[in-house]
């Protein structure tokens, strides 16, 4: 079974690699962007058939180790095979 894991900064919390990437695209001739937020997705293959166990596994798997669950949000597809 496969998962992905979104992991995003919480909307309060300054992006400045975000505000980067929107001055890098302002320079690059890319109007009109009004905000960027940056975050990182984990893609996992996984050993779970049952999607609820998978999801119960990959929730502990975001809490513990993939996001910084002070400061970043997270999501969680559960894919299938």
């Known amino acids: 079974m496969k998962a992905r894991v ?4 919480k909307s309060g ?4 690699q975000g ?13 009109g962007t ?3 937020r940056q975050g990182k997705i984990f893609d996992l293959d ?4 049952d999607p ?3 999801r119960l596994a990959v ?6 180790l993939l996001a910084n669950t002070v ?3 997270f999501q969680i597809e559960i894919l299938g095979e």
């Open 6 to 9: 979104t992991v995003t900064l």
């Open 13 to 16: 919390v300054l992006d400045p």
């Open 19 to 31: 505000q980067a990437i929107e001055g890098a695209l302002a320079s690059l001739g890319f109007a």
């Open 34 to 36: 009004r905000s960027v």
């Open 46 to 49: 996984l050993d779970a058939t």
């Open 52 to 54: 609820v166990s998978a």
């Open 59 to 64: 929730e502990q798997m975001a809490k513990k």
């Open 71 to 73: 400061i970043e949000d």
